[in-house]
């Protein structure tokens, strides 16, 4: 429910479809409503499911309408009641109007039993504009009024009989509702009683629990209107610590609830397509062997994802894997990164560094973007590569390392090596095992199963609950040309996951606005292809009865024959 809109903590009985046993409300509010209900044992609603409601007002009128369930938590299994986040979507008649009436007038509801005019009288004037005051002597009236939910305090007064059958009146309807709906006893309206009773009669009163408060029957009216205005403060209270225990154990349901993991494959989400799956192949045939592996496409597809495949794949899981950037660091730096340096070798070298060939010994290191790399580097990379020697900046001792090499590139490093910025023979070294990874736009089938998948590590790393993408959504993702490729995708589910709402269904509205525009162009295209296809149809039907006469056909589908003739050759009718 949205922060600042009109809401009021009412217990109202609710009828719904499916038919949900025992179910009223603990919160109502302009966009949706609380439920607490035994669910039946035929049908359980589930989040996002469509319910039809109805129920009835406090102030008489008569709600209709219809809602989607948007969380739900069951309680333990003793109370056997499931709490219920209702979003309505539509309303009958003028429910909305009614709901919304009520909702700004609503005010606190005291009913007095037994009082005089003048003391209604006086009891309204001191409580004005805050509280909303009933007087009720006839038993139905005060049963049906206690039944409607909207009620927080009984002041009883009068002889002591009366008195007390009204106490007992409230008593079995508070039981009723507690036994029917499943309504909890400390939310039931709280009674004051300020008849003249014994003492032994209030102990018995109390302990029983059918009244909460006494004032002295010679009470004046500043003492009773106190404590009417004590008792509602004290049921306010409950009905709220009512709500947010509803809402506690729905965020802790939320946090501790295991996310729905992707449709599986083989090797994961992201594998689904063909040219993946070539992929896969030869990553687990390469897997195995200490050769160099150099991946290349474009950026964002995915390759440091496919290194550290191939790490875990091979007889070096156990072992370091090591990342470094070859486009993020300047050429010393790079070399001292790669390679270490011995203190005092240059500014700033306070220490020795082992380099990250040293500390990768016995694993892999995933050289990315090496089309980055200058001559100098590329010449102690190919000596690597080729003797398994390194030797620090500044250095002059050599250490001998077992690591395997996977390099990346978004660039064709042939290409790079034609024009000469690129080691020819390093070149040749890297590309005996050339894998190329093919962009999302070559692999439509990888782009649903990886979006589900991204919603759920984000739903986890932002504490979120989405639950994906609706159809329309989805055909927008798969429509989308993805420039930026897997990397890309990543960041419109983030952000999309980030702007929803509990248990969202994402929609288009969550997606980037360019996507949104070309789906509805996609879309409209969609539908003038349509219509072609339809007033082809009729052309052709039309020249056939007619002989092929254009004059004819025309007039049979009333149009006239310059317009037909345009129309039928851009179609291809003529």
């Given at each position: 429910?949205?922060?600042?809109?009109?809401?009021?903590?009412?217990?109202?009985?609710?009828?719904?479809?499916?038919?949900?046993?025992?179910?009223?409300?603990?919160?109502?509010?302009?966009?949706?409503?609380?439920?607490?209900?035994?669910?039946?044992?035929?049908?359980?609603?589930?989040?996002?499911?469509?319910?039809?409601?109805?129920?009835?007002?406090?102030?008489?009128?008569?709600i209709f309408?219809?809602?989607?369930?948007?969380?739900?938590?069951?309680?333990?299994?003793?109370?056997?009641?499931?709490?219920?986040?209702?979003?309505?979507?539509?309303?009958e008649?003028?429910?909305?109007?009614?709901?919304?009436?009520?909702?700004?007038?609503?005010?606190?509801?005291?009913?007095?039993?037994?009082?005089?005019?003048?003391?209604?009288?006086?009891?309204?004037?001191?409580?004005?504009?805050?509280?909303q005051?009933?007087?009720?002597?006839?038993?139905?009236?005060?049963?049906?009024?206690l039944?409607?939910?909207?009620?927080?305090?009984?002041?009883?007064?009068?002889?002591?009989?009366?008195?007390?059958?009204?106490?007992?009146?409230?008593?079995?309807?508070?039981?009723?509702?507690?036994?029917?709906?499943?309504?909890?006893?400390?939310?039931?309206?709280?009674?004051?009683?300020?008849?003249?009773?014994?003492?032994d009669?209030?102990?018995?009163?109390?302990?029983?629990?059918?009244?909460?408060?006494?004032?002295?029957?010679?009470?004046?009216?500043?003492?009773?209107?106190?404590?009417?205005?004590?008792?509602?403060?004290?049921?306010?209270?409950?009905?709220?610590?009512?709500?947010?225990?509803?809402?506690?154990?729905?965020?802790?349901?939320?946090?501790?609830?295991?996310?729905?993991?992707?449709?599986?494959?083989?090797?994961?989400?992201?594998?689904?397509?063909?040219?993946?799956?070539?992929?896969?192949?030869?990553?687990?045939?390469?897997?195995?062997?200490?050769?160099?592996?150099?991946?290349?496409?474009a950026?964002?597809?995915?390759?440091?994802?496919?290194?550290?495949?191939?790490?875990?794949?091979?007889?070096?899981?156990?072992?370091?894997f090591?990342?470094?950037?070859?486009?993020?660091?300047?050429?010393?730096?790079?070399?001292?990164e790669?390679?270490?340096?011995?203190?005092?070798?240059?500014?700033?070298?306070?220490?020795?560094?082992?380099?990250?060939?040293?500390?990768?010994?016995?694993?892999?290191?995933?050289?990315?973007?090496?089309?980055?790399?200058?001559?100098?580097?590329?010449?102690?990379?190919?000596?690597?590569?080729e003797?398994?020697?390194?030797?620090?900046?500044?250095?002059?001792?050599?250490?001998?390392?077992?690591?395997?090499?996977?390099?990346?590139?978004?660039?064709?490093?042939?290409?790079?090596?034609?024009?000469?910025?690129?080691?020819?023979?390093?070149?040749?070294?890297?590309?005996?095992?050339?894998?190329?990874?093919?962009?999302?736009?070559?692999?439509?089938?990888?782009?649903?199963?990886?979006?589900?998948?991204?919603?759920?590590?984000?739903?986890?790393?932002?504490?979120?609950?989405?639950?994906?993408?609706?159809?329309?959504?989805?055909?927008?993702?798969?429509?989308?040309?993805?420039?930026?490729?897997?990397?890309?995708?990543?960041?419109v589910?983030?952000?999309?996951?980030?702007?929803?709402?509990?248990?969202?269904?994402?929609?288009?509205?969550?997606?980037?606005?360019?996507?949104?525009?070309?789906?509805?162009?996609?879309?409209?295209?969609?539908?003038?292809?349509?219509?072609?296809?339809?007033?082809?149809?009729?052309?052709?039907?039309?020249?056939?009865?007619?002989?092929?006469?254009?004059?004819?056909?025309?007039?049979e589908l009333?149009?006239?024959?310059?317009?037909?003739?345009?129309?039928?050759?851009?179609?291809?009718?003529?």
């Amino acid at each position: 429910m949205r922060s600042g809109e009109l809401r009021k903590l009412v217990f109202v009985p609710v009828s719904t479809r499916p038919q949900l046993d025992g179910c009223w409300s603990v919160n109502l509010a302009e966009s949706g409503i609380g439920l607490v209900a035994q669910p039946s044992a035929a049908h359980t609603p589930l989040e996002g499911e469509t319910l039809s409601f109805e129920f009835p007002l406090p102030s008489g009128a008569q709600i209709f309408g219809q809602g989607v369930v948007r969380w739900r938590h069951e309680s333990d299994q003793a109370s056997g009641l499931t709490s219920f986040g209702v979003r309505f979507e539509s309303f009958e008649g003028n429910s909305q109007v009614e709901l919304l009436r009520f909702l700004s007038e609503y005010r606190v509801r005291v009913v007095v039993a037994g009082a005089t005019a003048a003391l209604v009288a006086s009891l309204s004037k001191s409580f004005g504009e805050e509280l909303q005051l009933e007087a009720l002597d006839d038993e139905a009236a005060l049963s049906a009024a206690l039944s409607r939910g909207d009620v927080s305090t009984l002041l009883v007064v009068g002889d002591v009989p009366t008195a007390l059958r009204r106490v007992a009146l409230a008593r079995k309807v508070a039981e009723q509702a507690t036994a029917a709906l499943g309504r909890p006893e400390d939310i039931r309206p709280r009674v004051v009683f300020a008849a003249r009773a014994s003492s032994d009669q209030l102990v018995d009163l109390f302990n029983t629990g059918a009244i909460d408060a006494t004032v002295a029957a010679e009470a004046d009216l500043t003492a009773l209107a106190s404590a009417v205005r004590s008792a509602c403060r004290d049921h306010g209270m409950r009905l709220q610590q009512q709500r947010m225990a509803v809402e506690l154990e729905r965020v802790l349901r939320d946090r501790r609830r295991p996310l729905e993991p992707a449709p599986a494959t083989p090797d994961g989400p992201g594998f689904d397509s063909a040219a993946m799956r070539e992929v896969m192949n030869e990553v687990r045939q390469l897997a195995g062997y200490k050769v160099t592996v150099l991946l290349q496409g474009a950026t964002g597809t995915g390759k440091e994802v496919l290194s550290r495949r191939l790490h875990r794949l091979s007889p070096r899981a156990q072992r370091p894997f090591v990342v470094q950037d070859c486009g993020a660091l300047a050429e010393t730096l790079l070399d001292s990164e790669l390679f270490g340096h011995v203190k005092g070798s240059f500014t700033g070298a306070v220490a020795d560094h082992p380099g990250l060939f040293v500390l990768a010994d016995g694993g892999t290191i995933f050289l990315d973007e090496i089309e980055n790399t200058t001559p100098n580097l590329q010449a102690k990379l190919l000596r690597v590569l080729e003797t398994g020697e390194v030797r620090p900046v500044g250095g002059s001792t050599v250490r001998r390392v077992d690591v395997r090499v996977v390099a990346a590139s978004n660039k064709s490093l042939y290409d790079e090596a034609q024009r000469g910025t690129f080691r020819l023979d390093l070149y040749y070294r890297l590309s005996a095992f050339l894998v190329e990874v093919p962009s999302l736009r070559e692999r439509r089938e990888d782009v649903v199963p990886l979006a589900r998948a991204f919603v759920d590590s984000c739903n986890a790393a932002l504490g979120k609950s989405a639950r994906g993408f609706d159809p329309a959504a989805e055909a927008a993702l798969l429509a989308w040309s993805w420039p930026g490729n897997v990397r890309e995708l990543r960041n419109v589910v983030e952000r999309a996951v980030l702007y929803s709402g509990p248990m969202e269904l994402l929609g288009l509205d969550r997606l980037p606005k360019a996507m949104r525009e070309r789906a509805a162009v996609r879309e409209e295209k969609t539908l003038k292809t349509e219509l072609e296809r339809v007033e082809l149809q009729l052309m052709r039907d039309a020249l056939a009865k007619h002989g092929n006469v254009v004059r004819r056909a025309a007039k049979e589908l009333g149009v006239d024959a310059q317009t037909f003739t345009r129309r039928a050759r851009k179609l291809g009718a003529l």
